[in-house]
């Protein structure tokens, strides 16, 4: 969290392979400004964005002519620094959320707890190794990314779906409405929604 108290954060990275800046404010209205150089993964992360009613921006330079592994994998550690950055102590907010989002014939559940322990479930099948030119199995490899950085644990799980776009589609919208939820004030709370008493 930010000293004016905006539930914002902003994270830099630049290595060899990628050259990134991730903005985010938990408290937006779902304006996504994305471009990663990876067509897919920009229009995933305006679809996170648009259903988690976050404002997010992305700028991203990796080298994508090897592949496209290292700049995913660093836009979703740059996402999960940066979320875990406007959520400061993480107190008063709800911590826990679930959505369920069908995208046609798929339908997938994403259940989140941002309880600084990160943990991965990921029990979803992707039919096929391609959508375009983006790899698949880049998926399960942004959100493994995503949960260590931020201490978020989810749990992603496909109920039904066979086409792969849909797939990956209803699960970023799951997530973005999932943490939508998780990330509000509850004001029932004084401090932690936790027994420990912090978390």
């Excluded at 996504?32 to 988690?52: C, E, K, P, Q, W």
């Excluded at 911590?95 to 029990?123: G, I, K, T």
Aim: aromatic residues 6%; negative net charge; glycine residues 8%.
């Amino acid at each position: 969290m930010t000293d004016t108290g905006r539930r914002t954060g902003k994270i830099e990275r630049r290595t060899n392979e990628t050259d990134i800046t991730v903005e985010i404010n938990i408290d937006g209205t779902g304006k996504a400004n994305i471009d990663t150089g990876v067509g897919f993964m920009d229009h995933m992360l305006t679809l996170f964005t648009v259903h988690g009613f976050m404002d997010l921006t992305v700028k991203a330079k990796g080298d994508i002519k090897v592949d496209d592994h290292h700049t995913v994998e660093d836009i979703a550690i740059c996402l999960g620094q940066a979320l875990k950055k406007s959520l400061g102590d993480k107190a008063g907010i709800s911590r826990y959320s679930h959505s369920y989002v069908p995208m046609d014939e798929a339908l997938v559940r994403v259940c989140v707890d941002l309880s600084n322990r990160s943990y991965l479930h990921f029990n979803v099948i992707l039919p096929d190794q391609k959508v375009g030119s983006f790899d698949t199995s880049l998926a399960k490899e942004f959100m493994r990314a995503l949960v260590l950085h931020s201490g978020m644990t989810m749990h992603v799980d496909l109920l039904h779906g066979e086409n792969t776009h849909h797939i990956i589609e209803a699960v970023f919208k799951a997530l973005g409405r999932a943490l939508s939820k998780a990330v509000q004030p509850d004001d029932r709370l004084d401090g932690h929604l936790s027994s420990k008493g912090t978390l």
